[in-house]
């Protein structure tokens, strides 16, 4: 059989982490809450992969004719 490896991630939070407490600056300063209402408003995702799976959703649609 062959030798199992296991790779492990260091984060560069790891003293913030380790204690199960992480601290975010863009959430203390409100900008995660104003990203998240402008998303629901517009109804367009502020997040790359939201974007994307959009995008994807509306180019697929206009292929296949759905509405």
């Known amino acids: 059989m062959g030798s199992l490896t296991v ?3 260091k ?3 790891r003293a ?3 204690y199960g407490f992480s601290f975010s600056w863009k959430r203390a ?5 104003a990203k998240q ?4 408003d ?3 995702p502020t ?20 509405q």
């Open 11 to 13: 984060s560069a939070s």
């Open 37 to 40: 209402k402008i998303a629901r």
């Open 47 to 66: 997040s790359k992969a939201g974007l994307e799976r959009k995008l994807g959703k509306m180019i697929l649609n206009l292929l296949t004719g759905k």
């Open 7 to 9: 790779v492990i991630k």
């Open 29 to 33: 300063l409100g900008i995660t809450r």
């Open 16 to 18: 913030m982490s380790r």
């Open 42 to 44: 517009t109804g367009i």
